[in-house]
Protein backbone atom coordinates (compact mmCIF):
# COMPACT_ATOMS: atom_id res chain seq x y z
CA UNK A 1 0.00 0.00 0.00
CA UNK A 2 1.49 3.93 -0.74
CA UNK A 3 1.28 5.91 2.11
CA UNK A 4 0.23 9.35 1.44
CA UNK A 5 4.32 10.38 2.66
CA UNK A 6 5.51 8.28 0.23
CA UNK A 7 3.40 10.36 -2.47
CA UNK A 8 4.76 13.14 -1.49
CA UNK A 9 8.37 12.44 -1.48
CA UNK A 10 10.68 13.26 -4.31
CA UNK A 11 11.20 10.72 -7.33
CA UNK A 12 13.98 8.26 -6.17
CA UNK A 13 16.69 8.43 -9.30
CA UNK A 14 15.84 5.39 -10.91
CA UNK A 15 11.96 6.50 -10.90
CA UNK A 16 13.62 9.84 -12.73
CA UNK A 17 15.17 7.89 -15.08
CA UNK A 18 12.04 5.58 -15.92
CA UNK A 19 10.05 9.11 -16.06
CA UNK A 20 12.67 10.17 -18.56
CA UNK A 21 12.71 7.86 -20.72
CA UNK A 22 8.43 7.52 -21.14
CA UNK A 23 9.08 11.62 -21.83
CA UNK A 24 11.62 10.75 -24.43
CA UNK A 25 9.49 8.04 -26.03
CA UNK A 26 6.50 9.75 -25.99
CA UNK A 27 8.02 13.01 -27.99
CA UNK A 28 10.09 11.11 -30.03
CA UNK A 29 6.59 8.63 -31.30
CA UNK A 30 3.71 10.21 -30.30
CA UNK A 31 2.50 7.53 -27.99
CA UNK A 32 3.94 6.15 -25.30
CA UNK A 33 6.18 3.08 -24.39
CA UNK A 34 4.73 -0.60 -23.34
CA UNK A 35 5.92 -2.12 -20.13
CA UNK A 36 7.99 -4.41 -21.98
CA UNK A 37 9.80 -1.66 -23.77
CA UNK A 38 10.53 0.13 -20.30
CA UNK A 39 12.31 -2.95 -19.01
CA UNK A 40 14.17 -3.62 -21.85
CA UNK A 41 15.48 0.06 -21.77
CA UNK A 42 16.81 -0.51 -18.61
CA UNK A 43 17.71 -4.23 -18.74
CA UNK A 44 15.43 -5.53 -15.76
CA UNK A 45 14.97 -8.47 -15.32
CA UNK A 46 11.43 -8.65 -15.89
CA UNK A 47 9.04 -6.96 -16.74
CA UNK A 48 7.37 -6.34 -13.20
CA UNK A 49 9.97 -4.31 -12.38
CA UNK A 50 9.04 -1.92 -14.87
CA UNK A 51 5.69 -2.40 -13.92
CA UNK A 52 6.31 -1.23 -10.54
CA UNK A 53 8.45 1.91 -11.63
CA UNK A 54 5.38 2.95 -13.55
CA UNK A 55 2.72 2.40 -11.29
CA UNK A 56 4.89 4.14 -8.86
CA UNK A 57 4.81 7.11 -11.06
CA UNK A 58 1.12 7.00 -11.66
CA UNK A 59 0.57 7.44 -7.75
CA UNK A 60 2.33 10.12 -7.66
CA UNK A 61 1.07 11.87 -10.48
CA UNK A 62 3.61 12.04 -13.08
CA UNK A 63 1.83 9.74 -15.33
CA UNK A 64 -1.55 8.57 -16.55
CA UNK A 65 -2.37 5.58 -18.20
CA UNK A 66 -5.90 4.45 -19.95
CA UNK A 67 -6.82 0.95 -18.02
CA UNK A 68 -7.83 -1.24 -21.10
CA UNK A 69 -5.44 0.42 -23.31
CA UNK A 70 -2.03 -0.53 -25.20
CA UNK A 71 0.56 2.32 -24.96
CA UNK A 72 -1.46 5.20 -23.14
CA UNK A 73 1.04 6.61 -21.07
CA UNK A 74 0.41 9.63 -20.84
CA UNK A 75 2.50 12.79 -18.96
CA UNK A 76 0.67 14.87 -16.57
CA UNK A 77 1.00 18.64 -15.77
CA UNK A 78 2.83 17.58 -12.30
CA UNK A 79 6.45 17.14 -13.86
CA UNK A 80 6.63 20.79 -15.78
CA UNK A 81 7.27 18.59 -18.95
CA UNK A 82 5.73 20.46 -21.96
CA UNK A 83 5.24 17.63 -24.72
CA UNK A 84 4.07 19.26 -28.13
CA UNK A 85 0.79 17.68 -28.74
CA UNK A 86 -0.96 19.15 -31.73
CA UNK A 87 -5.01 19.03 -32.49
CA UNK A 88 -7.18 19.10 -35.05
CA UNK A 89 -8.50 22.24 -33.19
CA UNK A 90 -5.37 24.19 -33.13
CA UNK A 91 -4.32 22.72 -37.28
CA UNK A 92 -7.37 24.76 -38.22
CA UNK A 93 -6.38 27.53 -36.35
CA UNK A 94 -3.63 27.83 -37.77
CA UNK A 95 -5.01 27.01 -41.24
CA UNK A 96 -7.33 30.50 -40.36
CA UNK A 97 -4.93 33.09 -39.91
CA UNK A 98 -2.87 31.71 -42.79
CA UNK A 99 -5.81 32.07 -44.87
CA UNK A 100 -6.39 35.08 -43.20
CA UNK A 101 -2.61 36.81 -44.27
CA UNK A 102 -2.67 34.78 -47.62
CA UNK A 103 -5.90 36.04 -48.93
CA UNK A 104 -4.52 37.83 -51.93
CA UNK A 105 -2.51 35.19 -52.98
CA UNK A 106 -5.34 32.56 -54.46
CA UNK A 107 -2.78 29.38 -54.70
CA UNK A 108 -1.70 29.53 -51.18
CA UNK A 109 -5.78 30.41 -50.20
CA UNK A 110 -6.88 27.90 -52.50
CA UNK A 111 -4.68 24.88 -51.29
CA UNK A 112 -5.13 26.43 -47.46
CA UNK A 113 -9.04 26.00 -47.91
CA UNK A 114 -8.90 22.59 -49.30
CA UNK A 115 -6.71 21.24 -46.38
CA UNK A 116 -9.03 22.98 -44.32
CA UNK A 117 -11.89 21.16 -45.78
CA UNK A 118 -10.32 17.74 -46.17
CA UNK A 119 -9.71 18.12 -41.98
CA UNK A 120 -12.74 18.85 -41.19
CA UNK A 121 -14.53 16.31 -44.09
CA UNK A 122 -12.25 13.12 -42.92
CA UNK A 123 -10.64 13.16 -45.99
CA UNK A 124 -7.27 13.93 -44.54
CA UNK A 125 -6.28 12.69 -41.09
Not at 1 to 6: D, E, G, I, N, P
Not at 15 to 29: G, L, M, P
Not at 94 to 118: R, V
Request: glycine fraction near 8%; charge should be neutral; hydrophobic fraction near 35%.
Amino acid sequence: MTTKSTLDKPLSRRQQEVYDFVADFIESNGYGPSIREIADAFMFASASTAFKHVETLICKGYLNHKAGGVRTLSLTDKSGKKIAMVSQAGVLDWISQQSNQHAKDATIYALLTDLQEGIQTGRIC
